[in-house]
């Protein structure tokens, strides 16, 4: 049976998952961006369309219109789900890099107190060893 886990493997655990959180925040943030970009190519032919002196698009210039606003509002909309998303990435990111800092830590004092233990021990062994020999 394995003995409990040390904080420093508790924290790389911690350090995967939030990486993971980071990866997925990432995820979102380039659907959305796909998504501005789609509506801006939208926008792009609805203002060609606006613009066109084809008699067929002129009838249909007010529908242009409203397909106009209503993408810019969708773009309104995208470009504030994007700032969320952008301030998201930084956070879980930051997050992720204090776990790891603290596991680095942690990851230390376990190897300091490791080779401490091993320098206690050796004494021990010296100091019976000693107290063997006198006997």
Avoid: C, W
């Amino acid at each position: 049976m394995a003995g409990p886990d040390t904080r420093s493997k508790k924290l790389k655990r911690l350090v995967n998952v939030q990486r993971h959180l980071e990866k997925m925040a990432e995820g979102e943030l380039a659907a959305t961006n796909q998504q501005r970009q789609e509506v801006a190519e939208s926008m792009d032919k609805v203002i060609d369309a606006i613009g066109s002196m084809a008699p067929v698009h002129r009838q249909f210039s007010k529908t242009y219109a409203e397909r106009f606003g209503r993408l810019m509002v969708k773009d309104k909309q995208l470009s504030g789900v994007q700032q969320v998303l952008e301030a998201r990435v930084l956070r879980e990111r930051t997050k992720g890099e204090r776990l790891e800092e603290q596991m680095k830590e942690a990851r230390g004092l376990e190897d300091r107190e490791r080779d401490d233990n091993a320098i206690y021990d050796l004494l021990e062994l010296t100091l019976a060893a000693e107290t063997a020999k006198d006997r």
